[in-house]
């Protein structure tokens, strides 16, 4: 067994991509060896659990093949869990969540919210029952990466992502996944543009009025760029984890069950931050989620 996510406090999810494109930490970590390694360290950074991925959702991405992610995916999930590790696999295959599972994964994390493979919801219905505490991340989606950028329209994104991830939150739970293991996540920088991303944090709170806990993932996004750009220049993804940690801080102190980032230590201590500073009441609504 591995020891129980901590409670009482925002989670740090840290990030590890076993992927040759991923836009941030991508042909990094793609020998098993190494990603155990960064996976190990990350817990070191002050990650509570680790999110292993084998396939790039970076804007513009291709899907690879259910194999490829498997035999890029698999090998780091036994052997972080050898290692003690609580490990999450970021897939939106059934079967790769099936097998990552059975590995040792006690969180599904999907992007596509269930829409990539028709087979996701009954598949993690099953995995509930036979895993206690696995836990299901529903992100909002809207298409795959190649088409994302064309879907990013919206009246009123707040309400739209609401409502279209309360139908999903619907859809899974009629499909046998019990309620209460499923978290929801914005889905940032999926299907829409800076002033989506910006106007979903400052309502998370009404997003937490879904009755369920919320996963943040901004960490190195492309509305973190935008922000920071001074003279026309973007800087590089690992120059925006400053900026990721007071994102981690304030979805903190909104309440989120948890933040998705690469660079753990500064949103380790911005969490901690963020739980004194809120006392009981940020408390009480992160103890709503999954502990
Ligand atoms: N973002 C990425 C990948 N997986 N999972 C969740 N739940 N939420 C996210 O926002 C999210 C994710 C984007 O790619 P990255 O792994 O390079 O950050």
Redesign the pocket.
Known sequence: MTAPLPGGRCLVVG?L?TTPD????GGRFLAPDVAVARGVELVAQGADLV?V?GES??PGAARVSADEEARRVLPVVRGLRAAGVVVSV?TMRAEVARAAVAAGAVVV?D?SGGLADPAMAATVAELAADVPELRY?L?HWRGPSDVMTSLARYDDVVAEVEAELGARLAAVEAAGVPRERVVL?P???FAKVAEHDWALLRDLPRLAGLGRPL?V?A??KRFLGSLLAAGGEVPPAPERDDATAAVSALAAAAGAWGV?V?EPRASAAAVRVAAAWCGPAARHRTEQGPA
């Open positions: 990030v991509n991923s836009f941030s930490d999110d991925g959702t970076r970021d994390n992007v991340v992100s996540d889905g940032l920088g996963l993932g960490s190195r998705r690469h």
